[in-house]
């Protein structure tokens, strides 16, 4: 059997040589995705650079209303109301200061200070967390309200007696066992 071929008819003319604006356009469209990418990067490391900011940080920034954020607070326990059948948390937190040595003794100076500023947190939607105590640090995501409410939408919490540093006991004494 005869195997057919197709050739293009000749015209007479030479083909068109690649034209230089279509490489150009493929090169600025290549560096207009790669500033959007590096931009992307950049935007997103100096947004994640901060993991939260504190009530004192919160409270005095305007810009903060109706955006959502990220704050953390020591818990204040006789502020804790929880309404099981709507699925309701209230509580108060206060501000922890940024820098400290031992955050068991920063959570506890900061639940004790009547000076911290403070602000009242709503949770809907969610079981009360065994962890929801006096003194834990809670780190919140939300909006904070025109009302001052700050209305959460996560909540995650840290329980004080795990940041404790060990205490030097002294010397260990063996005692004798009953009857020995």
Not at 27 to 32: A, E, T
Not at 166 to 174: D, K, R, S, T
Request: aromatic content about 6%; proline content about 7%.
């Amino acid at each position: 059997m005869a195997q057919a071929t197709w050739e293009k008819p000749r015209t007479g003319q030479p083909a068109p040589a690649p034209v230089r604006s279509d490489r150009l356009k493929f090169l600025i469209g290549g560096i207009l995705i790669l500033v959007a990418v590096a931009y992307l990067i950049f935007s997103g490391m100096t947004a994640g650079a901060r993991f939260y900011q504190t009530i004192d940080e919160l409270v005095t920034n305007p810009a903060n209303a109706n955006r959502t954020i990220r704050v953390a607070g020591v818990v204040l326990g006789d502020t804790i109301q929880y309404d099981a059948q709507n699925l309701v948390l209230t509580f108060t937190v206060a501000n922890v200061p940024e820098n400290f040595d031992n955050l068991a003794e920063a959570l506890h100076l900061a639940a004790n200070n009547p000076e911290a500023n403070r602000i009242q947190v709503r949770v809907e939607g969610q079981v009360k967390p065994d962890l929801l105590r006096h003194e834990a640090q809670a780190i919140l995501s939300g909006k904070l309200g025109a009302d001052g409410i700050f209305h959460a939408t996560e909540l995650s919490l840290k329980c004080p007696t795990r940041f404790e540093e060990a205490q030097p006991q002294g010397e260990i004494v063996a005692t004798p066992l009953p009857g020995a």
